[in-house]
């Protein structure tokens, strides 16, 4: 028979199992965080009828989006997890109870040109709490501390959570005369880093038309750099001239409080007033989270507060505020960076029991008993060499092995070697599994970035 | 602004957050018991090359597969995680190590006609063994018990495993010569329960042209029901016909033995002479799991022993057995039946903490303690009456409140109030977190699921 070769299309990530092991540790130690935080799972279709999912129309997107006919239905693979979310609150806004907090962590699709560490199919990991009217600003500050949890569980220490106000930007734009032309200057102002302050000046001149006075207050504003303490008064002293500004900085004053109160060290977080985030959306306090040794990978989490979540689908005004993190570009980026912690078990089980019997009755009484009590245990009964048997637990890092022959059962011990030290032990079947249980307590305490 | 009607796909299933919880328990149990065997986890994409996803080409799937473009690719989304399997097999045969044993929750796509009850995009739970070659049989006793154990952990007790061999079919056609007819036979003999042995025997002798005396040895064949033992006597009986058939009555003997050895109970299995399953996929042991108060759903979860998984990929002889479950189906119906415990908390948190001063930080830093001791905490800062936030916690089925004004935290307490009994304590923040922690093991001791 002629054969298909086999393949995986490129930009789609599929594990080897070792690797998936640890992205599915990733994958709990959110999912823990998240509901410590009091957020339910969510589950949505990845398949949405394109007029549903595209009712906002338009943008970069649209051109990436898997777009398909089945029947007649026009039918579209989600790009996001958050027009989902709306479509989900505006649908079911009956039975939901609000403020609804809600997690969600799904695969999603966009087509984007094919290149090493860019994927078309990836998690996105999200968090959202969405208010009915109106939302406490508490939300806003909570949600930078969930980014410290989560990101301090899976082992990540050198980062840095960059916070803003998008009412500050406004206010601010507003105050020179410019709100129109506010857009286009953040995207100028984004090149600061790129291109330096003397070139972002000529744009803001030049093709933006802002008078020699404005750029200069837009990069004297935008220069306003330090601590946390030291902004805040550099923002206190431009007060009065907006409200919008006055209301944004009041804002950004009380996130950074009770971001205090919520135990978020202060090298994890800092104010970053040139941090917008998407134009249109956001509309106040806004989040980038950065790994200070690979600034180069851009932010790894972001978010921001939103006034109107579901305005395509709902005239009720659902305002909301929320973060996502890529993350199967975050574990590309780990595993190229060698930051997944080896030390922690990838193996498929804990204990691989090898029969020296006919009779496989003993063997599997143990294996049942290593079951109940949590142990992961697998029987290999395959026709292979002792050697093949033990060069399999050695391939897949299985910790221990399990010799039960003849002697051993009418003895009523079990033979257990520790394939890290070497170390054999002849204990019984319950000493063993508890020996077994305390070594993999001490393996299994590193978490699963080691910076 | 006009308004784009929400709405999710037909077919497509989208759960409320209580049932929701209830769903990630199910899948919780499932990976945590598959674990437990020694299963590593594994994900693949959901969009595959067509002609590597089709490479078997023909049969009723082809038809219900969504398949599109995207650019110069020919897409299609999975429509089962066993072709799946049987690609990442034959792509990573070099980086595996066999018997190689995976679990896969994953999402899967087929466009059937629309009913109530059956899904579009359903997430399907698999294992499978797989062996380099050659397989041992207590894989195929293993299995069974998996199947017992998983199902158990759930709450199910009023479930039945139906045990078959392949090799007992195939060698007791051949050895009436009616191998090339065995297929339609199956078929035939399917519908027994349905239109009883009169009329099945009609089908042989008429359209399939068995003569009468094939015919009545058939269905004396098929009506060999009974105990275990009893079976395998009857099989043992019939022995020395054919050598297939031989081979199957004692593969199937072996497999019973080792049930036994499993600890699988007496009433949770049955030898089922009648189980076919796929025709040309499966070669010997075969299961089939019925719910036994409801027999109208069908197999919930089936599968079997194959001898070449990959043979479209590769020219590697990969043999092996393995079961799916079709999860979202199986979630539903148990749902329609009333059979989710609803004692089981799908609150979004445990505790609900309202804070009655202006300063937010002690509510912090006691959500904080509630958090870091493994207690879903949310904190309720919006700007409702104290009466809707009582609701709140009430709508959602939070099980505990907190009230944190300025005497109980000049005192040092907590006031902390049980939702269920309306008992209302004042202790210490340590005492009130051990309260709850104590109230909460209580509360999820049940199963998921209630018969």
Do not use: W
């Not at 709306?86 to 969600?104: I, M």
């Not at 009065?240 to 944004?248: A, H, I, S, Y």
């Amino acid at each position: 028979m002629a054969k298909q070769t086999p393949r995986t299309l490129s930009g789609f990530m599929e594990l080897l199992p070792a690797p998936q092991r640890q992205m599915e540790r990733v994958m709990e130690i959110l999912r823990e965080t998240y509901s410590l935080y009091g957020f339910t799972p969510l589950d949505t279709p990845v398949i949405e009828s394109s007029e549903v999912l595209l009712a906002k129309g338009g943008g970069e997107t649209e051109k990436q989006i898997y777009r398909f006919q089945k029947g007649d239905a026009d039918l579209s693979l989600r790009f996001d997890l958050t027009v989902p979310l709306a479509k989900y609150v505006a649908l079911h806004y009956n039975d939901l109870t609000f403020p609804f907090r809600r997690f969600q962590i799904g695969k999603v699709y966009r087509g984007e040109r094919a290149q090493r560490g860019r994927f078309r199919e990836f998690y996105q990991a999200d968090i959202d709490v969405i208010g009915d009217g109106k939302l406490s600003i508490l939300n806003e500050a909570e949600i930078p501390a969930i980014i410290y949890k989560t990101f301090s569980a899976l082992g990540l220490r050198r980062f840095r959570i960059r916070v803003n106000n998008r009412k500050i930007l406004n206010g601010f734009y507003a105050s020179l005369g410019l709100t129109d032309k506010a857009g286009d200057i953040m995207r100028a102002v984004d090149k600061l880093e790129k291109i330096g302050p003397e070139k972002v000046k000529a744009i803001l001149t030049g093709d933006l038309g802002a008078g020699q006075e404005q750029a200069q207050e837009i990069l004297d504003f935008i220069s306003i750099t330090g601590g946390t303490e030291e902004i805040l008064y550099a923002l206190e002293s431009r007060r009065g001239r907006d409200e919008t500004f006055d209301q944004g900085a009041e804002e950004l004053r009380t996130v950074v409080k009770y971001l205090g109160d919520f135990g978020v060290p202060a090298e994890n977080f800092q104010v970053d007033l040139t941090i917008a985030r998407g134009l249109d959306y956001y509309t106040g306090t806004v989040y980038e989270t950065v790994l200070e040794d690979h600034p180069e990978i851009g932010s790894v989490c972001s978010g921001g507060r939103y006034d109107n979540l579901a305005e395509y689908y709902t005239e009720k005004k659902l305002p909301g505020v929320g973060i996502s993190i890529g993350l199967t570009r975050l574990f590309y980026v780990l595993g190229e960076q060698g930051m997944l912690n080896p030390e922690l078990n990838t193996a498929p089980a804990d204990v691989l029991i090898l029969p020296m019997t006919e009779d496989l009755g003993a063997a599997i009484a143990l294996a049942t008993a290593l079951r109940a009590s949590g142990v992961r245990a697998q029987l290999h009964c395959e026709e292979k060499k002792f050697k093949q048997k033990i060069s399999y637990a050695d391939k897949l890092g299985i910790p221990y092995v399990i010799f039960l022959g003849d002697d051993e059962i009418s003895a009523g011990v079990v033979a257990c070697k520790d394939m890290a030290t070497g170390e054999q032990t002849k204990l019984d079947a319950k000493a063993t599994i508890y020996r077994i249980k305390a070594g993999l307590d001490a393996r299994n305490q590193g978490t699963v970035i080691r910076e």
